[in-house]
């Protein structure tokens, strides 16, 4: 008999994983900012990014539109583009985010567009408190929490309309794939929409997707080493050589190569899951 995965357990797992690769574990021992040189850089990809039309974008306008005097927490909300998109439409917004550094340039950025009616608290999900809304929205925030139950029932509890979460839905023939296959026997590597969805079926919800059709820009890496360390890196490997032949040829077969950088292949996209509570 096939062996049934526990979703909820994986989604542990992998969000453990994420967080030791990144170092977020360590800083937040140390009681350190995991974003705090990282902020402004974070918000130029963001800019960069919205600079091509996204149709989860235009479904949370219109979603906010047809609710009057709509009001939001933004779970996450980093460096404000979403608290900043979705203020024209609400009564208010509830910006909540844990890093002084994020909430520094989310504060510059409200001010730029003159915006008053978004609230910028500290704190994380799904340890803080807040009053209802009619809906709960969180863009790639959940990644860090290995409660993913917790999480979502936490955005339940205080949404009279609708949660929104926004994750990131790599292909299933990506490198990193393919890599973790090879070490896990299963294709991620780290939390993301396929496990959330799965997930969130595990909990007894039955979501809608919204599949976003472009696929997010490359990487790049400095050279085929460069690359090979950041398999290592995500999958925690660093100590360990037993792969490396396997990776490099993977590195091998699917990357480019162009004005001196190694291009890794277009392999994500975004998927918003949605329900009403």
Same mark, same amino acid.
């Given at each position: 008999?096939?062996?049934?995965?526990?979703?909820?357990?994986?989604?542990?797992?992998?969000?453990?994983?994420?967080?030791?690769?990144?170092?977020?574990?360590?800083?937040?021992?140390?009681?350190?900012? @995991?974003?705090?040189?990282?902020?402004?850089?974070?918000?130029? !990809?963001?800019?960069?990014?919205?600079?091509?039309?996204?149709?989860?974008?235009?479904?949370?306008?219109?979603?906010?539109?047809?609710?009057?005097?709509?009001?939001?927490?933004?779970?996450?909300?980093?460096?404000?583009?979403?608290?900043?998109?979705?203020?024209?439409? @609400?009564?208010?917004?509830?910006?909540?985010?844990? *890093?002084?550094?994020?909430?520094?340039?989310?504060?510059?950025?409200? @001010?730029?567009?003159?915006?008053?009616?978004?609230?910028?608290?500290?704190?994380?999900? =799904?340890?803080?408190?807040?009053?209802?809304?009619?809906?709960?929205?969180?863009?790639?925030? &959940?990644?860090?929490?290995?409660?993913?139950?917790?999480?979502?029932?936490? !955005?339940?509890?205080?949404?009279?309309?609708?949660?929104?979460?926004?994750?990131?839905?790599?292909?299933?023939?990506?490198? !990193?794939?393919?890599?973790?296959?090879?070490?896990?026997?299963?294709?991620?590597?780290?939390?993301?929409?396929?496990?959330?969805?799965?997930?969130?079926?595990? !909990?007894?919800?039955?979501?809608?997707?919204? &599949?976003?059709?472009?696929?997010?820009? =490359?990487?790049?890496?400095? *050279?085929?080493?460069? @690359?090979?360390?950041?398999?290592?890196?995500?999958?925690?490997?660093?100590?360990?050589?037993?792969?490396?032949?396997?990776? &490099?040829?993977?590195?091998?077969?699917? &990357?480019?190569?162009?004005?001196?950088?190694?291009?890794? =292949?277009?392999?994500?996209?975004?998927?918003?899951?949605?329900?009403?509570?």
């Amino acid at each position: 008999m096939e062996k049934v995965t526990d979703w909820l357990a994986l989604w542990e797992t992998l969000s453990d994983l994420q967080n030791r690769s990144w170092g977020y574990t360590k800083k937040k021992v140390e009681g350190k900012d @995991a974003w705090k040189d990282r902020a402004r850089q974070f918000h130029e !990809m963001v800019k960069k990014r919205w600079e091509r039309p996204d149709s989860s974008r235009d479904f949370i306008v219109a979603s906010l539109q047809q609710t009057p005097d709509a009001t939001v927490i933004d779970i996450g909300a980093g460096t404000g583009s979403w608290s900043v998109l979705m203020a024209p439409h @609400a009564t208010g917004v509830t910006a909540l985010e844990p *890093s002084d550094a994020m909430q520094e340039v989310l504060a510059e950025n409200l @001010a730029s567009f003159q915006i008053a009616n978004v609230t910028i608290r500290g704190g994380e999900w =799904p340890d803080t408190d807040v009053a209802p809304h009619d809906f709960a929205f969180a863009s790639h925030s &959940m990644y860090g929490c290995r409660d993913f139950k917790a999480f979502v029932e936490k !955005m339940i509890e205080v949404s009279r309309k609708r949660c929104f979460l926004l994750l990131r839905a790599p292909l299933p023939d990506s490198i !990193m794939a393919d890599a973790a296959r090879r070490v896990w026997g299963q294709p991620h590597d780290s939390p993301n929409f396929q496990i959330a969805f799965n997930a969130l079926l595990q !909990m007894g919800i039955f979501p809608n997707v919204l &599949m976003e059709s472009g696929l997010w820009d =490359p990487w790049t890496s400095s *050279s085929m080493a460069d @690359a090979l360390s950041e398999i290592k890196r995500r999958l925690c490997l660093t100590e360990d050589s037993s792969h490396d032949d396997y990776f &490099m040829g993977l590195l091998k077969e699917k &990357m480019t190569e162009d004005s001196g950088q190694v291009i890794w =292949p277009r392999e994500t996209r975004s998927a918003m899951v949605y329900w009403d509570v």
